[in-house]
C-alpha cells in the first residue's frame, strides 16, 4: 500500500507540475492576446475490456507437479468499461501540438479465464470476474489535429475480491460424490483475493469536434499492472503467494464531452 501511495502521489505531483509550468511559459514569453486557455469539458465514456492475469498458472499450480501431465490455457476475459470524465486541454501552439490532462472515475470489468486438462482427461475452468472503480488522470499530447497519445497511472479499486466461478467434469467421472465443484469454489474464494492496485498505461486516440466545442473521442489503451493484484492466503492446496500475479487489458472505448 506505501509504494501504491507513492506512485500515485508522484503522478499527481507531475500533472501539477506541468500545469505550472505552461502557465508561467506563457505568461513571462507570450502576450496577453496569445495566453494559453484551457478549454474545460465533462464527459460519459463506455467500451469494451480484452483482460488477463499475467502467470496465474504459477499460482494455481505448484511446482511439484509435472508439468509434462497437464496443459493450461489463459484465455483473455471480455468485461465492459463505463464511467465519467473531465477534460482539460490547451490550445494548440506554434508547433501544432497541444496538451489535456482527463481525470476519469470508471466502472471496469477486468480478471481473466482459466483452463486446466490433464493426461487422465481431467479438466476444470475457473473465471475471475472481478470489478473495478478505476481512478486515473490521463495525460495527453495532441501531435496532429485530434490525434493524441497518452499516458495512463491508475489506482484500481476491486468491488467484488472473491468473484471466481470454478466447474469442473469431476462429477461425470465421479458420480457418487456430489458438489465438489461447490466446495472447491468456495475453498478457493478464501484462499484467492483480489487486491487493490496500480497500473500503468499508453494509449492512443482520436478527438473529433462536431460543433458548439462538444466533442467525440475514442480511444485505445494498453494497461499493465505493476503491483500484485491477486493476495494468496495461507492454505493447505499447495497454492502459494505470487508477486507476479499482474493485469494486463486491452480497452477500447468512445467517449463524448461537452464544454462547461
Known sequence: MRKLLIL???FVGLHLHAQDWDFRYNYHFNDS??????????GFKAGINLSKISTFQSTIINEIYDHT??????????GVSIGI????KSNYNNWGTAYAIQPEFVYTQQGSLFSYE???KFTYNMKMRYNYISICSAIKLYIWDGLHLSLIPQLELVTNPNAIIYSSNFNEVNEEIQNVDQQIQSNLREVLKAENHFSLGLGIGYEYNFGNGCSIITELRHQRGVMDMIETLSNTFYMEENPNDRSRFFQFTIGIAFPL
Open 8 to 10: 500515485f502521489l508522484f
Open 33 to 42: 492576446t496569445r495566453i494559453q486557455k484551457l478549454n474545460w469539458h465533462i
Open 118 to 120: 490433464d493426461t487422465n
Open 69 to 78: 501431465t497437464y496443459k493450461t490455457k489463459t484465455p483473455l476475459r471480455t
Open 85 to 88: 470524465f473531465g477534460h482539460w
